[in-house]
């Protein structure tokens, strides 16, 4: 069977079983991995929420373990390109066949808990009963898991971590994770566990609050920025930036970092301590200078202001809420100079699309707004009513295909070109949906 084959068989069979039932228990994914032997207990476990810039974390703090010759397994959501990437080793996603054998062997013990409650396992509880399983089998030292959504009830809360990190709580799935910071807080602080050390990112009082409770209550250590570590120095550099952290146990200079935005220095000094806690069983521990810039000036970060093309300059970005879109506006500002911005933008109908676009309206001359290949996407005709709100008429242009808005967009931006120089840019963003479905039309393969 050749890999698309396989891709598309894995993908119809994990897609089978649905990916909105928010019925929120653990239940099933626990009686599942009970089956398989309890595959999460084969190794050391570092878990990762929070509401923007997890997915970075937990990829950063993966390659600086690997960076110290650790076998890796690495679990993130959701994909961009195809599921395998979700299940990483070593930084690899898992090969289609690999992943697809891994599925037919774990199927029957799936079909036993299906019978056995009013809720068959999902999509989501699927890949993470496979990445245990994967990372158990291969074997892997360290396991580096992203939550899916929230933290307490989230499944791949079955770890029992050592090492939770958080980083920085905002506004988002408010239907399912509560309507105030305190309350999704709460909900991601359930990561925490008996005997485990928490590093968190600088979070608002109100987030802080119940992360400090539930540290205490559990009797966790804790390590948080300000006053376990921070970033003392940040430059904008040629292709990135250049950071100094300080953690209590040292301090690394002159790092050079790929990546653009502030929040990303921040995400880069969270995994670093993430790292040294790990490695100091518990306790932060001095790395390996050398073993930390080689790590980090060699990290990659899809679809997190991705520029993929040049002349113009089409960037990608996943932001999709509040807090993200502001981060990110605020990046575009400060590192790139554009004569003309043309933002192509599609969102899901469940985020505060007002917002978001009140936040983007500064910095893009025009938008066009387009639909992802997400059930959830909303209309582009329903986005582009409030984004006339926000811009006005003569700024907005709706074209509904993605493949379609983003040579509009490019269109656009070459307006801005001139014979000696390319002074328009694009930037694709509004949804981890828009993005994914950008990179698929932009970056090549192989």
């Known amino acids: 069977m050749s890999r698309n084959l396989e891709l598309a068989r894995l993908e119809a069979l994990l897609e089978a079983r649905g990916f909105s039932r928010w019925d929120f228990t653990l239940d099933r994914i626990k009686a599942l991995l009970d089956l398989m032997g309890d595959p999460q207990r084969a190794f050391l476990s570092v878990h990762v929420t929070g509401t923007n810039g ?54 029957p013990l799936a079909a036993l808990v299906d019978g056995e409650g009013p809720e068959t396992l999902t999509y989501f509880e699927m890949t993470v009963a496979l990445a245990m399983g994967v990372f158990a089998d291969t074997p892997i030292d360290v396991g580096v898991i992203e939550v899916g959504l929230g933290g307490e009830t989230d499944s791949t809360n079955i770890l029992n971590a050592g090492v939770a990190v958080i980083s920085p709580i905002a506004m988002d799935h408010t239907k399912w ?21 928490l590093v968190t990112s600088a979070q608002e009082r109100s987030a802080m609050e119940p992360l400090l409770r539930r540290a205490q209550t559990v009797g966790a250590n804790l390590v948080s920025e300000g006053r376990g570590f921070e970033v003392t120095a940040r430059e904008v550099a040629v292709g990135g930036q250049l950071l100094t952290i300080e953690t209590r146990a040292a301090r690394y200079e002159d790092l050079f970092l790929p990546l653009h935005g502030e929040y990303q220095a921040h995400n880069a000094a969270l995994a670093l301590a993430a790292v040294e806690v790990l490695l100091g069983a518990g306790e932060p521990k001095a790395l390996d200078a050398e073993i930390v810039g080689q790590a980090f000036a060699d990290f990659t970060s899809p679809g997190r202001l991705e520029v993929v093309r040049t002349a113009p300059t089409v960037i990608l970005d996943a932001a999709h809420n509040p807090a993200g ?103 694709v963003t509004g949804s981890v949906f828009t993005v994914a479905d950008a990179r698929k039309i932009l970056v090549r393969r192989g």
Do not use: Q, W
């Open 54 to 107: 997890k997915t970075s974390t937990t990829r950063m703090i993966e390659r600086l373990l690997r960076g110290h010759n650790l076998r890796t397994g690495m679990f993130t959501s959701p994909h961009l390109d195809n599921v395998t990437e979700r299940i990483c080793i070593d930084g690899e996603p898992i090969a289609a066949d690999k992943m697809l054998e891994a599925y037919n062997e774990i199927a």
């Open 177 to 197: 994770l509560g309507e105030s910071l305190a309350e999704i807080a709460t909900m991601k602080a359930g990561i925490v566990h008996e005997g485990s050390t």
């Open 325 to 427: 879109m502001e981060a990110m506006t605020k990046a575009v500002s400060e590192e790139f100079s554009f004569r003309k911005l043309v933002a192509v933008v599609g969102m899901l109908a469940d985020k505060e699309t007002d917002h978001m676009l009140e936040l983007l309206e500064p910095i893009a001359d025009e938008i066009v707004i387009t639909r992802s290949s997400s059930d959830r996407a909303m209309p582009a005709a329903t986005l582009a009513k409030t984004a006339r709100e926000i811009f006005g008429e003569e700024r907005v242009i709706v074209v509904p295909h993605v493949r379609d808005a983003i040579a509009r967009g490019i269109e656009l931006a070459e307006e801005a070109d001139d014979v000696y120089e390319s002074g328009g840019g694009v930037l």
